[in-house]
């Protein structure tokens, strides 16, 4: 194969390793309104987690299709499980319950405050000093989520606190679990992987919730039905399959600079479908945290 012919090939691949983290990025974003919507008929450990249950089922069995072993090494599993505790059930639960106080569009800001932990964690734990411009960018950036949670006055963002919480501690424990997966890292195939941490994170969710929160399958409207099947199938299941598929095509820093898609499409779909308000402040907010969190990220 001549060069421009390698050229072409590895341009395809990369164009179609954007359009897979898109795809992926649009799935994740819109589930922030579907979510927010759901908890008028749901609570929301039982919904999220069941949901996430199912998704990991059905991450399986495409795993077996695509001939990938579901097999763990016997040393994996406490990490595995340690993992899967932070980055699913710790996600799935807190950021569910965040949901029940904030707004589809400010559960998105609050998302992209990911990295911003991740960072600060990755220094005691992996050794990867902050350099200032990096220091100041995650400063830039939580000006932003603080202009999107506290822009409506004291009052307001006081009534707001338990959401905050809530979303706070799922977006650290999520961060954590990503700097341990780095320390420790699990020699899996990716499908495998995201359907055993689904599994293991979002079960114990779904059992908590069915026995404290005690849903009605009966109080469910077509709508909500239709909000489930969204969480299972293109959440929990064809969001990770694209998002693994982008992961092959393109570099790991261009795949996580490219999820900052998913607070824009959560903003935008939460304005859309919940008719949340779509201002300056909240447009001012998206821009500022995604523009600190990205210059985080490249520096």
Known sequence: MSKSEQAGASAR???????????ASIGWGINFPIMKNLLTEWPPLSSRGLAGV?????L?????YRKQSLGVPRAMW????????????????????????????????????????????????????????????????LVGITVMIGGDGFASSFAKWPGIAFALVGTVAVALGTILTKHFPLAMPPLALAS?????????????????????????????WASMAYLTLIQFG?????????????PAATASIGTL?????????SAAMLHEPLGLRQISALVITLGGVAVALRS
């Open 238 to 250: 064809l969001s990770y399959v694209c998002w693994f598929a982008a992961l092959e095509r393109l």
């Open 60 to 64: 399986a069995a495409f795993a077996l």
């Open 261 to 269: 898609l998913v607070p824009v499409i959560g903003v935008l779909a």
């Open 54 to 58: 199912a998704g990991a089922l059905a």
């Open 78 to 141: 406490l990490r595995l499980l340690l993992v899967s505790l932070l980055t699913m059930a710790a996600w799935t639960a807190f950021m569910g319950l965040a949901l029940v106080w904030l707004s589809g569009s400010e559960a998105a800001v609050m998302s992209t405050s990911l990295p911003v932990w991740a960072a600060f964690l990755a220094w005691p734990i992996l050794g990867e000093r902050i350099s200032i411009v990096r220091a100041l960018a995650l400063a830039v950036a």
């Open 196 to 224: 055993w941490q689904l599994w293991l994170g979002c079960l114990p969710v779904a059992i908590v919730g069915l026995i404290i929160e005690r849903p009605d399958v009966a109080t469910l409207s077509s709508i909500g």
């Open 13 to 23: 691949i990369a164009t179609t390793g954007v359009a897979f983290l898109v795809a």
